[in-house]
């Protein structure tokens, strides 16, 4: 039997099979296998309500699944309690402790487990996260982000097979957060462990990740790399949840090997390339990204490789420094956005002018569903508070 209380060389693979969690009156996660291999850094993608964190919380043994198995290194850890299973966890509210100097709090687990050197280990992880020279502060005398970086060199220096990251990085500003990003990724490389991350944060997702999988009401919507997932989103959601998009209903009109030809009620003719539509036949949804889009104060020349839509009027122009986001209404496309980059000083176009738009027909995408309400669950139906909820009718019994 595999001895989970030595130290993780290397990080173990996770497998999910057929899980399932229930509450009453309510499904968390509706049927989830998934299969995360030994050393990668996983991302868990969606907003609040879709599951990702109940997911976290089953594979920490603080929930059990209503049905399912959880493997983690190919060993079944369903049953076994958390401080039993090869994993540890870092949580957005850091949980130092106040009394201990930082160098206590990392070692602390090591000498509850009886490691040998738990001193030197400690300063060994330190130095990973570039804190050794703070060892002897106490946690009210760090920065936030300091303070993160101590959470998570507690976390790294158990060397579990499995680190959970549960929105880590929250509570902390944005140029921050942004350093971190890059950190975390680092020494998820140098370590070797296998980390699963769990945010609602986009770019923390695609900037960390290998492989992203974006869920929706207690189901994984995709899954893949983080630029095929943006580059080729199949539904409606991921194409709204991953960035923004410009999203078409169409009538397919026509098609060959190599294209699906499509007609939007105006008329205009859309061209999505057969191998990135996920349906060919009737009404579809098509779409393509506001930064592939080009604006003409002229029509541009007919040209099979390029769409073009419009006239149009621009009815929003805001700057945000390296781009300016353009609003363009369209007679029978509605309102189309576009990112244009500054590469110019200010904004190209303004506010009133009338435009064309226009964008190589092999950036468009075909979706697998239709452009109705497909958004997520919006009630806070988090782990804690159906747990918060629970005690108190226990409470009130």
Same mark, same amino acid.
């Given at each position: 039997?595999?001895?989970?209380?030595?130290?993780?060389?290397?990080?173990?693979?996770?497998?999910?099979?057929?899980?399932?969690?229930?509450?009453?009156?309510?499904?968390?996660?509706?049927?989830?296998?998934?299969?995360?291999?030994?050393?990668?850094?996983?991302?868990?993608?969606?907003?609040?309500?879709?599951?990702?964190?109940?997911?976290?919380?089953?594979?920490?043994?603080?929930?059990?699944?209503?049905?399912?198995?959880?493997?983690?290194?190919?060993?079944?850890?369903?049953?076994?309690?958390?401080?039993?299973?090869? &994993?540890?966890?870092?949580?957005?509210?850091?949980?130092?402790? /106040?009394?201990?100097? &930082?160098? !206590?709090?990392?070692?602390?687990?090591?000498?509850?487990?009886?490691?040998?050197?738990?001193?030197?280990?400690?300063?060994?992880?330190?130095?990973?996260?570039?804190?050794?020279?703070?060892?002897?502060?106490?946690?009210?005398?760090?920065?936030?982000?300091?303070?993160?970086?101590?959470?998570?060199?507690?976390?790294?220096?158990n060397r579990p097979a499995l680190l959970l990251l549960d929105e880590p990085l929250g509570a902390l500003d944005l140029k921050l957060r942004r350093q971190m990003q890059q950190e975390l990724k680092q020494i998820q490389q140098e370590v070797g462990l296998t980390f699963l991350h769990?945010?609602? %944060?986009?770019?923390?997702?695609?900037?960390?990740?290998?492989?992203?999988?974006?869920?929706?009401?207690?189901?994984?919507?995709?899954?893949?790399? /983080?630029?095929?997932?943006?580059?080729?989103?199949?539904?409606?959601?991921?194409?709204?949840?991953?960035?923004?998009?410009?999203?078409?209903?169409?009538?397919?009109?026509?098609?060959?090997?190599?294209?699906?030809?499509t007609a939007l009620a105006n008329g205009a003719r859309i061209t999505v390339p057969r191998s990135r539509s996920e349906r060919d036949s009737g009404q579809i949804t098509v779409g393509v990204r506001p930064e592939k889009l080009r604006l003409h104060v002229q029509e541009p020349t007919?040209?099979?490789?390029?769409?073009?839509?419009?006239?149009?009027?621009?009815?929003?122009?805001?700057?945000?420094?390296?781009?300016?986001?353009?609003?363009?209404?369209?007679?029978?496309?509605?309102?189309?956005?576009?990112? *244009?980059?500054?590469?110019?000083?200010? /904004?190209?176009?303004?506010?009133?002018?009338?435009?064309?738009?226009?964008?190589?027909?092999?950036?468009?995408?075909?979706?697998?569903?239709?452009?109705? !309400?497909?958004?997520?669950?919006? *009630? %806070?139906?988090?782990?804690?508070?159906?747990?918060?909820? *629970?005690?108190?009718?226990?409470?009130?019994?």
């Amino acid at each position: 039997m595999v001895d989970m209380s030595s130290f993780a060389e290397a990080g173990a693979d996770l497998e999910l099979v057929g899980i399932q969690k229930r509450f009453p009156g309510f499904t968390a996660i509706e049927h989830l296998d998934l299969k995360i291999p030994a050393g990668s850094f996983f991302a868990l993608l969606g907003p609040s309500g879709c599951g990702k964190t109940t997911t976290l919380r089953l594979v920490a043994g603080l929930e059990d699944p209503s049905t399912g198995k959880i493997l983690i290194g190919g060993r079944d850890v369903t049953a076994l309690k958390p401080h039993k299973r090869p &994993v540890n966890t870092v949580f957005q509210s850091y949980a130092l402790f /106040p009394h201990m100097s &930082v160098l !206590e709090n990392v070692a602390f687990g090591l000498r509850r487990r009886r490691i040998g050197d738990p001193v030197a280990k400690a300063h060994e992880a330190l130095r990973l996260v570039e804190l050794d020279h703070v060892a002897d502060r106490k946690p009210a005398q760090l920065s936030g982000g300091q303070q993160q970086r101590v959470a998570l060199a507690r976390a790294v220096v158990n060397r579990p097979a499995l680190l959970l990251l549960d929105e880590p990085l929250g509570a902390l500003d944005l140029k921050l957060r942004r350093q971190m990003q890059q950190e975390l990724k680092q020494i998820q490389q140098e370590v070797g462990l296998t980390f699963l991350h769990v945010t609602h %944060d986009q770019e923390e997702a695609m900037t960390m990740a290998d492989t992203v999988a974006v869920m929706n009401k207690g189901r994984i919507e995709q899954m893949g790399a /983080p630029e095929e997932l943006y580059e080729l989103p199949r539904t409606v959601f991921v194409a709204n949840f991953l960035g923004q998009s410009n999203l078409f209903e169409v009538e397919v009109a026509g098609t060959t090997d190599q294209a699906v030809q499509t007609a939007l009620a105006n008329g205009a003719r859309i061209t999505v390339p057969r191998s990135r539509s996920e349906r060919d036949s009737g009404q579809i949804t098509v779409g393509v990204r506001p930064e592939k889009l080009r604006l003409h104060v002229q029509e541009p020349t007919a040209d099979a490789s390029i769409n073009v839509i419009g006239p149009g009027r621009i009815t929003d122009v805001s700057f945000i420094g390296v781009s300016t986001q353009y609003t363009v209404e369209v007679p029978g496309a509605g309102a189309v956005q576009v990112f *244009a980059q500054n590469v110019e000083a200010g /904004p190209a176009a303004h506010l009133g002018d009338q435009v064309w738009l226009s964008w190589l027909a092999e950036h468009t995408f075909g979706l697998a569903d239709d452009r109705l !309400e497909t958004g997520a669950l919006t *009630a %806070d139906f988090s782990t804690q508070a159906i747990a918060a909820q *629970a005690a108190f009718a226990g409470d009130g019994e």
